[in-house]
């Protein structure tokens, strides 16, 4: 059993930057690759970036790639999504998630959710 919290979501003007952190419980976390997803009004959710057990391996959607970047770090049983040059359709809830694979960009392969974090970007 996974347990996930994310933090650091919020306000900002486009353009700006924000961190988002993902703490887990457990002693497993290492054995999960990590994935973040986000969720707008009246959409589906949608795969942003996910990174694997070691964090040599990454890949994000096309949306994001070269603004956002993720990373970990297994010590402190943490995964960080930066994201910069925030654009306002980039507003949504925030989740972070668990899965056994890396490479998996379908909510379907992640087992444990975090509740999410909003970003707001303003125009």
């Known amino acids: 059993q996974v347990q996930l919290v994310e933090s650091g979501g919020g306000l900002v003007q486009a353009g700006g930057s924000l961190r988002l952190s993902c703490a887990a419980s457990?002693?497993?976390?290492?054995?999960?690759?990590m994935g973040w997803f986000r969720q707008a009004p009246g959409k589906q959710r949608e795969f942003v970036t996910a990174?694997?057990?070691?964090?040599?391996?990454?890949f994000y959607a096309d949306s994001v790639k070269g603004r956002f970047t993720v990373s970990r770090d297994n010590g402190k049983n943490t995964v960080y999504l930066q994201m910069n040059s925030l654009k306002p359709e980039d507003t949504a809830v925030y989740s972070c998630?668990?899965?056994?694979?890396?490479?998996?960009?379908?909510?379907?392969?992640?087992?444990?959710w975090g509740q999410g974090t909003q970003v707001t970007v303003s125009s």
């Open positions: 990174i694997s057990l070691s964090g040599r391996w990454t």
């Open positions: 457990g002693r497993t976390f290492s054995s999960y690759a």
């Open positions: 998630a668990a899965a056994i694979q890396y490479g998996q960009n379908s909510p379907q392969a992640y087992d444990y």
